[in-house]
């Protein structure tokens, strides 16, 4: 299989092979003289879990300046608020709605419980309007995990300011791209697994469509690698919205994108 650079960039190079300038610049060919065929997806669609509780409890600490939020789970374990349902149910809505060929038959998630019920409630909707077969099985991939924030996780912004003085003057000065809190990751740590479970998708995914169901700084990292962004576009983007839709299409032996970020199914009602 191709390195994921490799492979994004329509080029079927291995790295062990790239000390010859004809190496680096030239694909394999088939037997009749021509490129040999990228492995990608037909379609790649990623979404963002839909609203959890603890998505509820950060914005009521931040408006309210508060140093703590009432959440004694694992970040693992935190489930989705009724909000958060609902938005996977206009998920699932949307996916139905696709024209057949883009239609997602293969699921790829995080273990995580609010990405889990987002990709079954989606399904099991989805598979209610006779879009796809209600025993397509959900693929869980803990590299699609959220980032991990060591010392800092279940903190509001206030208390890190109160508590981590110094990491949050750090954080500023690094910069979210690289900055890594102590016990946990930077973004670019999460760039590394996402172009690892990437290479995968690419290989067993390879001529059909697929949805990924991850989180906030996983779907970023998913852009970061796939448009080969700088640091300036990428936090130029801002958060990814709960159960946004973001698609790329293969043209061309690349993954291009199609749209980003998309809420507008979610507005709309039964």
């Known amino acids: 299989m191709a ?8 080029q079927h190079q291995s790295t062990q092979h790239q000390a010859t300038q004809h190496q680096a610049t030239h694909p394999p060919l088939t037997a009749n003289g021509r490129p040999a065929a990228t492995r990608l997806p037909s379609v790649l669609i990623a979404t963002r879990h839909g609203e959890s509780t603890a998505n509820v409890e950060f914005q009521l600490a931040e408006a309210a300046g508060a140093l703590s939020v009432p959440i004694s789970s694992r970040d693992a374990d935190i489930p989705l608020s009724m909000h958060g349902r609902q938005q996977a149910q206009a998920l699932g809505r949307w996916w139905a709605a696709l024209p057949s060929p883009d239609r997602p038959r293969s699921v790829w998630c995080s273990p995580y419980v609010r990405t889990a019920e987002t ?4 399904l099991a909707q989805a598979a209610g309007l006779g879009a796809v077969p209600v025993s397509l099985a959900v693929r869980y991939d803990e590299r699609l995990r959220d980032r991990e924030l060591g010392i800092l996780e279940m903190l509001p912004k206030a208390a890190i ?3 981590y003085p110094e990491e949050a003057a750090r954080r500023r000065k690094m910069g979210e791209l690289y900055y890594r809190p102590p016990g946990g990751e ?12 990437l290479r995968d998708v690419c290989e067993e995914e390879a001529g059909r469509p697929v949805l990924l169901v991850a989180h906030d700084c ?7 690698a796939l448009d080969r962004l700088t640091e300036e576009r990428l936090i130029g ?3 990814v919205h709960n159960c946004s839709t973001s698609l790329w299409r293969t043209q061309d032996g690349r993954l291009r994108p199609a749209h980003w970020n998309d809420t507008a199914h979610l507005a709309h009602k039964d």
Request: glycine residues 8%.
């Open 3 to 10: 390195e994921l650079g490799s492979t994004l960039n329509g």
């Open 119 to 122: 990709a079954r409630i989606a």
């Open 161 to 163: 300011e109160a508590k």
């Open 186 to 197: 930077s973004w670019t740590d999460v760039a590394l697994r996402v172009r690892s479970v």
């Open 218 to 224: 996983t779907v970023l990292m998913l852009r970061y």
């Open 237 to 239: 983007l801002g958060p």
